[in-house]
């Protein structure tokens, strides 16, 4: 099926997008990154601290069910996992109201931009919303650099982009 090829394409076009859109809208942070790419695959772990503060992107899921069969549409749910990798010496007691601070400053650098229209061009695609669904505080990510002993500490927004799709095949 050519919608299952063309929408991995397209979800790294989407995660290169909302990097984009963070990287513009969210200067508060002093991001030194903002790219597609997992943070845990980073080749020497331990470089990963000259990219903090830094937001990584990966897609978590795909989901493509069928939507008008007479226009041949499909749509499209990806979900994202936004990466938030910050230094963890910082001081612990302000620690949980400066990262609901830079998690907020996150979703509304998204937020400037729900469709993604400013960033990227989808061709026959359409982007429908792009919205948060959840904040991890605790995960996998976070639980790799404890485990490495890499004084890194991560926040894991979970971002949804839904999109419709033409199979032009």
Do not use: H
Not at 12 to 41: C, H, M, P, R, Y
Not at 59 to 72: K, L
Not at 108 to 131: H, M, N, P, Y
């Amino acid at each position: 099926m050519a919608v299952v090829s063309a929408a991995r394409i397209r979800s790294k076009q989407i995660g290169d997008a909302l990097a984009t859109l963070i990287k513009a809208n969210a200067g508060s942070l002093s991001l030194k990154v903002a790219q597609f790419g997992a943070i845990e695959l980073i080749a020497d772990p331990s470089l990963v601290s000259a990219l903090i503060p830094g937001v990584f992107i990966k897609s978590e899921t795909t989901t493509i069910t069928p939507g008008a069969a007479s226009f041949r549409m499909y749509d499209v749910t990806d979900t994202f996992r936004i990466c938030y990798g910050f230094d963890a010496s910082s001081n612990v007691l302000e620690l949980p109201d400066k990262l609901s601070d830079d998690v907020n400053t996150i979703v509304r650098a998204l937020a400037q931009d729900v469709k993604l229209s400013a960033v990227a061009d989808f061709g026959t695609d359409q982007i429908v919303e792009s919205r948060p669904l959840d904040v991890l505080w605790i995960n996998e990510e976070d639980v790799f650099f404890l485990e490495n002993k890499i004084p890194v500490r991560v926040v894991v927004l979970r971002w949804d982009v839904k999109w419709m799709a033409r199979d032009t095949t």
